[in-house]
């Protein structure tokens, strides 16, 4: 059964910046196309970073552009998700899961900008 553990939220100051982590098991991670979603507090979950099955080609929403880098490791099964620059606004949840995501979901890690 596929298992994706997220770990690396907290709470920063605006500018600050955090290193997320995820961990993918009971499945052929190598094989898939990954992404970073995240939700805010009433809001709908969204796709912030995309990354291609071996890493090649990256892709990221206008909000995050620029101040977000997506990368993986195929042969540690992980994939990570850099955050410099953070704004108050990218408060939120934050998931990984395959893109086109399964239906299954971690429990997410929780990134918190505040001053």
């Known amino acids: 059964q596929a298992q994706l553990v997220e770990s690396g939220g907290g709470l920063v100051q605006p500018g600050g910046s955090l290193r997320l982590s995820c961990a993918a098991s009971g499945f052929t991670f190598r094989m898939y196309g990954m992404g970073w979603f995240r939700q805010a507090p009433g809001a709908e979950r969204e796709l912030v970073a995309r990354?291609?099955?071996?890493?090649?080609?990256?892709n990221y929403a206008s909000s995050v552009k620029g101040r977000f880098t997506i990368s993986r490791d195929n042969a540690l099964n992980m994939m990570y998700l850099q955050m410099d620059s953070l704004k108050p606004e990218d408060t939120a949840v934050y998931f990984c899961?395959?893109?086109?995501?399964?239906?299954?979901w971690g429990q997410g890690t929780q990134v918190t900008v505040s001053s």
């Open positions: 899961n395959t893109n086109p995501p399964r239906d299954q």
């Open positions: 990354i291609n099955w071996n890493g090649g080609s990256t």
